[in-house]
């Protein structure tokens, strides 16, 4: 017996017979099996999916197709190589994906709405940086064995610093950063560095925002369509955590080489953090040898394709970031250069237009639409950056469920907007009385 008692989706990377029928005497109520097979057949039950590979071009496709499926449930693979491997990323991004989404995105959106006001673009610093190296710091255990160096890089490289990592360090960041749309208050409140320039999307807690007062530099958010609409920005892929944010930034900034230092991405002997206390949460995965969260495994997944083609560098010594190693004593021997960085980074931010707020009339006119018309809101922007994408991400499930999936997707958008109409203003009548 092939297939776990604990599974609740098998997938099977290659076709197998015998398999095949093991997995129909598998399969029950709830668990479901897809087979991946080089040929076309046919299944005599419909919880025994079969999918045809012709071509290694169709291998992401159908990863993330089979991975959508299994979304939320635990899933077993039968079979190696770089099919599965792809399956195994695809199904930890839809967990992740789905999860962000359990609100119907409204923890974004409120966030977004009340960090509303005059910002920078961050985009606009594209390539103002280029030759010059970065150091992403995370708040990673190993951090301990390199913070005392970080001070020494303050006119050799660019510091960025962000999320729990601010708490962290004594040296004041080039650029610190935010992206946790449920950051620590009382953490973020601790670290000293108000004052850097700050890169953040909007869906950054807004108690946490209040407290920024330096330089704010707005990029676009990962996932969300509708932030981006409002503040007319294109999509930014930022990865999945705060480094990762600071990496693509770095990378738009033209930065080269690109070292990584106090980025464990695991826990060490059950610690978070360096100098920080932090909580285990539940939910861990066991990856490359060591105990991590999924968000992490899937960030350190994400740099190491960035680094295809790019000098990235992995300083920490230690945790799960597959990258070429170095100690940063000896990084600190390679640059050798120094410039007046600070400068460097306060005049290219002076250069930028200071940018007005989001086009929340625009959005709160349309979402006052759709409820009217809930049949026919097509051409509504929320329908097009909201709803429809809310709907791909929410459909595999009730697809699994059954019934009418059209009545499901009804039903599913009048409570999307239900939930985001509950922090809109009422669109406002004339204060003028008649006398």
């Known amino acids: 017996m092939k297939f776990p008692e604990d599974s609740e989706f098998v997938c099977v990377t290659s076709w197998d017979e015998a398999l095949y029928q093991e997995a129909l005497s598998w399969v029950d109520g709830d668990r479901r099996v897809a087979i991946v097979s080089d040929v076309e057949r046919e299944s005599s039950d419909a919880r025994v999916k079969i999918y045809c590979l012709d071509s290694p071009l169709q291998i992401e496709g159908m990863a993330r197709k089979i991975a959508w499926s299994a979304v939320l449930r635990k899933m077993s693979v039968v079979g190696d190589g770089h099919f599965r491997e792809e399956l195994e990323r695809c199904h930890l991004a839809a967990h992740l994906i789905l999860s962000e989404a359990a609100d119907y995105w409204v923890g974004a959106m ?135 944010f600071l990496t693509a930034i770095a990378v738009h900034m033209g930065c080269s080489p690109i070292y990584f230092v106090g980025m464990d991405l695991c826990y060490e002997n059950g610690r978070k953090y360096a100098q920080i206390h932090g909580d285990v949460p539940d939910g861990l995965v066991e990856a490359r040898g060591q105990i991590t969260q999924r968000d992490w495994l899937m960030s350190a997944m994400w740099t190491e394709g960035m680094a295809n083609g790019r000098e990235f560098i992995n300083a920490t010594e230690g945790g799960i970031l597959e990258l070429p190693e170095m100690k940063l004593e000896e990084v600190l021997t390679l640059c050798s250069k120094e410039w007046d960085l600070r400068s460097r980074v306060h005049n290219a931010i002076q250069k930028l237009p200071v940018a007005a707020g989001a086009k929340w009339k625009e959005w709160d006119a349309s979402l006052r639409m759709c409820k009217k018309k809930i049949d026919n809101v097509a051409d509504e922007v929320v329908y097009q950056k909201l709803l429809f994408p809310l709907w791909q991400i929410w459909s595999p499930i009730f697809e699994r469920e059954g019934g009418d999936l059209e009545l499901h997707r009804k039903l599913f958008f009048q409570k999307v907007l239900e939930e985001h109409g509950s922090f809109v203003l009422p669109k406002r009548r004339s204060l003028l009385r008649h006398s």
């Open 110 to 244: 409120k966030n977004a709405r009340a960090n509303d006001g005059p910002y920078r673009r961050g985009m606009a610093l594209k390539g103002g940086f280029v030759g010059i190296p970065a150091l992403i710091v995370g708040a990673g255990p190993c951090l301990e064995k390199n913070r005392h160096l970080l001070r020494e890089f303050e006119k050799k490289a660019l510091i960025f610093a962000g999320g729990s990592a601010l708490n962290a360090i004594d040296v004041e960041p080039h650029f610190g950063a935010s992206v946790d749309a449920e950051a620590p208050y009382r953490q973020f409140k601790m670290q000293p560095f108000s004052e850097v320039p700050f890169c953040y999307q909007s869906r950054m807690n807004q108690d946490n925002f209040s407290l920024v007062h330096g330089e704010k530099l707005l990029f676009p958010d990962s996932s969300s369509r509708a932030i981006n609409w409002l503040h007319d920005e294109e999509s930014f892929d930022g990865g999945w955590t705060v480094g990762n």
